[in-house]
């Protein structure tokens, strides 16, 4: 009964929802983990939306903490604002603890730069997820993350390539640092340096190994195609169309394995109208254009319901939708 698509979303332990603002990506998203969560599995769904949407539809105020919504569902909301200054915060910490004081000013002042420069958000939200998946999903079967729009959450999805790469040429800068530093020693006499002085004990070649060994296993986490996917969801119109299909491109060129489409907001077929039929038929064109553009991909479509999805009960209703929907055109890989 149950759809290809779903299907496949329901063997996966981690699960990403995308696609353009206002789609219903929220939506999509919170039916299908309370119908993970109703199957019986221990779903968790997380969500970076700083306009508290899900709080709005799940009908509960939500925090940066786990709380449980129904039996086997918990929902927390991630503020990006609030991510960064905590990691920020941390960072100084850690910097503080391993830079002479004379230096510290300085580097405080670098790492205010780097707050608002463009990354921050992403690096920070970044290593959240990172922190999700290595704790909180021991405690549940299922995690669905319900991501910002498009542009924002590839570059958070491109990040682990990004910062292994950036994170490698820091760390081997800073070995030439301190062999550096034990020429140094050996030329001036055993007396020169502070005691040993090997990459072993160095704590910010500690904090930097341990930060690349987490982006490394996040990476391999997002790319291994049978414990993650990435769904996203369109609506038949241009925009979301074309915008989805470039998304749908780069996760490709990133490796991250794509589960498929859900089409939302079709019209169903019982509505009636002559201009509901007009309506109809242009659909039916972009209904057309997104089996082609995803030809590779399972899609299923999502009827457009007659009142806003909010609230558990309005939420089952779509979830039974997703479980047993009609599948558009789109063939399986
Ligand atoms: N299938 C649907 N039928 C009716 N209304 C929908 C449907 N999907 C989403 N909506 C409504 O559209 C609005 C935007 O949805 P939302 O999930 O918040 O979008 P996004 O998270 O992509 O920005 C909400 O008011 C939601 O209730
Ligand atoms: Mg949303």
Redesign the pocket.
Known sequence: MTSALTQHLLQRRTLFFG?K????????ASAFALMSADRGDRTLLVST?PAH?TSD?LERELTGEPQQVVDNLWAMEIDPEHEVDAYIAEVKARIADSVPPRLAGEVERQIDIARISPGAEESALFDRFTRILEHEARDYDRVVF?TAPTGHTLRLLSLPETMTAWITGLISHRKKVNILGRMWRNVAGAGAGAGSHDDMDDPVLRVLNERKHRFEETRKLVTDAKRASFAF?VIPERLPILETGKAVRALDKYRIPVGGVFV??VLPDHAEGEFLQRRREREAGYLDEIAATFATHPIQH????E????GVKALRE?GMVLGSGESGVGSEK
Do not use: E, F, Y
Request: zero cysteines; proline letters at 4%.
């Open positions: 696609g603002g206002g789609v219903g990506k929220t939506t999509v939306d949407s539809i319900d969801v939302n907001r999502v009827p457009l319901m009142a806003d999805v909010v779509l």
